[in-house]
């Protein structure tokens, strides 16, 4: 079973994420800061990474940054308010990123990129 890292502040959006990852079979573990993030991505090793890039404590591009020094092979995908800085998405994907999803975002276009980015 794969194991999926959602590292998302907004309840509503972890839990609608979450609920929909777990019914297509995925393992989920959900955190809502990024101190909490980096230290899930060293402790459980998932097979994916959903982030959102305005985080408490650290931020997605921060995250991003360790999760690429540290376990390079492991995919990223990027969730973002419509209308946060460009540059940062931009960043996101110079830093390796699989994908980039804008919020709001249907759920099953995310299952759907979830699962070529496991592919």
Request: no cysteine.
């Amino acid at each position: 079973m794969k194991k999926i890292l959602i590292i998302e502040d907004d309840r509503l959006i972890s839990s609608l994420v979450q609920f929909r990852l777990k019914k297509d079979g995925y393992d989920t573990l959900l955190v809502q800061d990024g101190n909490e993030g980096v230290k899930a991505i060293d402790s459980w090793l998932p097979d994916l990474i959903i982030t959102d890039v305005m985080m408490p404590f650290k931020s997605g591009i921060e995250i991003i940054h360790h999760a690429k020094k540290n376990h390079p092979d492991t995919p990223i995908i990027v969730l973002s308010s419509l209308g946060e800085e460009e540059q940062v998405v931009l960043e996101a994907f110079n830093l390796g990123v699989a994908d980039f999803i804008p919020k709001p975002f249907n759920p099953n276009e995310l299952a759907i990129r979830v699962k070529r980015v496991l592919r």
